[in-house]
């Protein structure tokens, strides 16, 4: 309003420089966001770029790849999505841990909605993009305030890492993975000594939360640690996330393949697990060509063909149709809560 701006204009120097850098910040922001964007942009063109090589490398072409998979037994893609509906309903442990350690009183219902919308679209359309702008939509009306959805993703994140932490360290210490020399040769320290790292990050969240029982206090913050039992059901919902969604690609690659000695369940398992640490890293949605290069560059050459049809129908059955899915499912709670949502009784209070 012009009166506003005249007023503005007339504030003491002190007052006047505050608010020039309060006008500074959305062009900060802005200029933040248009560069991260840009390097999603570079970094998954990059993927596609040395996608294609591989591809030139190994001589494979559409035509080969839509002949694999229709070679694909049709009782291993129903052993995937069987295997994948039983991901998604261990995917509502992750919400559930989050709301038990927030104290909330959220019906059960509600909790796999959050989930199963959650990280389908997370899984297509990115962790930030997707699955949290969702999530927030649907646990705002819910009844969580802002700080406590935050404490919510928190909860999400430690757990999604305690699992990847968990099975990559039992992997590199006793499970028979074959990686690539040049896979080997890269790594800071030996395979085995990785996962022993891992594998004492984890033992020392686990301790933690079985001896410190005050909150740790930052910032002006009161954080406390998710008591033991709940932090022992973090490893095992994460863990059984990352070995079922391996499983899907897993069981989808042809018998001859898997009989491989270079292709074990444990190999895949540790390919599945590198991609997601690169695409949680980088934001990516959905991963575009991650999960494909990472695997194709651990698998033996003379498999390249199958592989790739797996990763098509891995993608399909694992990603693309659980999200549209859930797209349906949000759709219809917008639609049939006419945009204000039912909130849960929300009577312990949260903590964060």
Same mark, same amino acid.
């Given at each position: 309003?012009?009166?506003?701006?005249?007023?503005?204009?007339? #504030?003491?120097?002190?007052?006047?420089?505050?608010?020039?850098?309060?006008?500074?910040? &959305? $062009?900060? @922001?802005?200029?933040?966001?248009?560069? @991260?964007?840009?390097? %999603?942009?570079?970094? *998954?063109?990059?993927?596609?770029?040395?996608?294609? @090589? @591989?591809?030139?490398?190994?001589?494979?072409?559409?035509?080969?790849?839509?002949?694999? !998979?229709?070679?694909?037994?049709?009782?291993?893609?129903?052993? +995937?999505?069987?295997?994948? #509906?039983?991901?998604?309903?261990?995917?509502?442990?992750?919400?559930?841990?989050?709301? =038990?350690?927030?104290?909330?009183?959220?019906?059960? =219902?509600?909790?796999?909605?959050?989930?199963? $919308?959650?990280?389908?679209?997370?899984?297509?359309?990115?962790?930030?993009?997707?699955?949290?702008?969702?999530?927030?939509?649907?646990?705002?009306?819910?009844?969580?305030?802002?700080?406590?959805?935050?404490?919510?993703?928190?909860?999400?994140?430690?757990?999604?890492?305690?699992?990847?932490? %968990?099975?990559?360290?039992?992997?590199?210490?006793?499970?028979? !993975?074959?990686?690539? &020399? =040049?896979?080997?040769?890269?790594?800071?320290?030996?395979?085995?000594?990785?996962?022993?790292? %891992?594998?004492?990050?984890?033992?020392?969240?686990?301790?933690?939360? *079985?001896?410190?029982?005050?909150?740790?206090?930052?910032?002006?913050?009161?954080?406390?640690?998710?008591?033991?039992?709940?932090?022992?059901?973090?490893?095992?919902?994460?863990?059984?996330?990352?070995?079922?969604?391996? +499983?899907?690609?897993?069981?989808?690659?042809?018998? /001859?393949?898997?009989?491989?000695?270079?292709?074990?369940?444990?190999?895949?398992?540790?390919?599945?697990?590198?991609?997601?640490?690169?695409?949680?890293?980088?934001?990516?949605?959905? /991963?575009?060509?991650?999960?494909?290069?990472?695997?194709?560059?651990?698998?033996?050459?003379?498999?390249?063909?199958?592989?790739?049809?797996?990763?098509?129908?891995?993608?399909? !059955?694992?990603?693309?149709?659980?999200? !549209?899915?859930?797209?349906?499912?949000?759709?219809?709670?917008?639609?049939?809560?006419?945009? =204000?949502?039912?909130?849960?009784?929300?009577?312990? &209070?949260?903590?964060?």
């Amino acid at each position: 309003m012009p009166e506003e701006a005249e007023s503005s204009r007339t #504030l003491p120097g002190p007052a006047q420089d505050k608010l020039s850098q309060w006008d500074d910040i &959305p $062009i900060v @922001k802005r200029t933040a966001d248009i560069a @991260k964007y840009t390097l %999603l942009v570079v970094v *998954a063109l990059f993927t596609l770029f040395i996608l294609r @090589k @591989k591809f030139k490398a190994l001589g494979i072409t559409w035509e080969g790849v839509s002949e694999a !998979i229709g070679n694909v037994s049709p009782w291993s893609i129903l052993l +995937a999505v069987g295997i994948t #509906l039983a991901n998604f309903a261990l995917l509502t442990g992750y919400d559930l841990i989050a709301v =038990r350690y927030l104290r909330k009183q959220l019906p059960m =219902r509600q909790v796999m909605m959050g989930a199963i $919308i959650g990280y389908a679209l997370s899984n297509v359309l990115g962790w930030l993009i997707g699955g949290n702008a969702v999530r927030y939509r649907l646990y705002s009306r819910w009844g969580f305030s802002l700080v406590e959805f935050i404490a919510f993703i928190s909860i999400l994140s430690v757990t999604f890492w305690l699992g990847l932490f %968990l099975l990559a360290g039992v992997a590199f210490v006793a499970l028979p !993975i074959n990686l690539p &020399p =040049r896979f080997e040769e890269e790594l800071p320290v030996s395979p085995q000594s990785l996962g022993w790292i %891992l594998l004492m990050l984890v033992a020392a969240y686990l301790l933690a939360t *079985a001896l410190v029982r005050k909150p740790i206090r930052w910032k002006g913050n009161q954080l406390y640690l998710p008591p033991f039992r709940l932090s022992l059901m973090q490893l095992l919902v994460s863990a059984g996330d990352f070995a079922l969604a391996s +499983a899907v690609l897993y069981v989808l690659l042809p018998s /001859g393949v898997r009989g491989l000695e270079e292709v074990n369940f444990w190999t895949i398992l540790v390919a599945y697990l590198a991609a997601m640490i690169v695409v949680v890293s980088v934001h990516i949605p959905g /991963g575009i060509g991650i999960l494909e290069v990472i695997v194709l560059y651990m698998m033996p050459d003379s498999a390249g063909l199958q592989v790739t049809a797996a990763l098509i129908l891995f993608r399909i !059955i694992y990603y693309f149709i659980p999200a !549209i899915i859930a797209m349906l499912m949000f759709l219809a709670i917008e639609f049939s809560s006419g945009g =204000r949502g039912d909130k849960a009784s929300m009577n312990a &209070p949260a903590r964060h």
